[in-house]
């Protein structure tokens, strides 16, 4: 209904889709940068945008020992029972439509996901 999003993530770190993400979030959502910009990067944002929308901008710094660690654990932690409906890539909305409506846990779509859904 043109009222945006309650948090837009941005993961390009590219100043485009920085100010994109910037410009999605409702009134009193978060931004959050989680994209790599280059360490000379510099933007230019409306700072009358965050005081009026009430925005909460934040950023994500990626440590690479959890994620290596997280990796890891992937393969030692067993996660298949939180997989509640698998969809193929074909059946992407339908995926979507059932994470909307919190019908499962999770929900895996791609070339893993079987055509069955269980639940």
């Known amino acids: 209904d ?3 999003v309650d948090c837009a993530f941005e993961a390009v770190g590219l100043p485009g889709t920085i100010a994109q993400a910037f410009s999605l979030p409702r009134r009193g959502g978060t931004m959050i ?8 990067t510099m933007l230019t944002i ?11 901008v934040r950023g994500s710094f990626i440590r ?8 890891e654990l992937l393969a030692i932690l067993n996660l298949a029972p939180l997989i509640t409906q698998r969809f193929p890539l074909r059946e992407v909305h339908a995926a979507f439509k059932a994470a909307h409506s919190r019908q499962g846990v999770r929900v895996l ?3 893993v996901a079987t055509a069955t859904r269980t639940v």
């Open 2 to 4: 043109g009222r945006g």
């Open 33 to 40: 940068q989680v994209g790599v910009p280059a360490p000379d």
């Open 46 to 56: 409306p700072a009358y945008e965050i005081y009026s929308r009430e925005l909460t």
């Open 64 to 71: 690479a020992n959890e994620f290596r660690r997280a990796v």
């Open 109 to 111: 779509v791609g070339s």
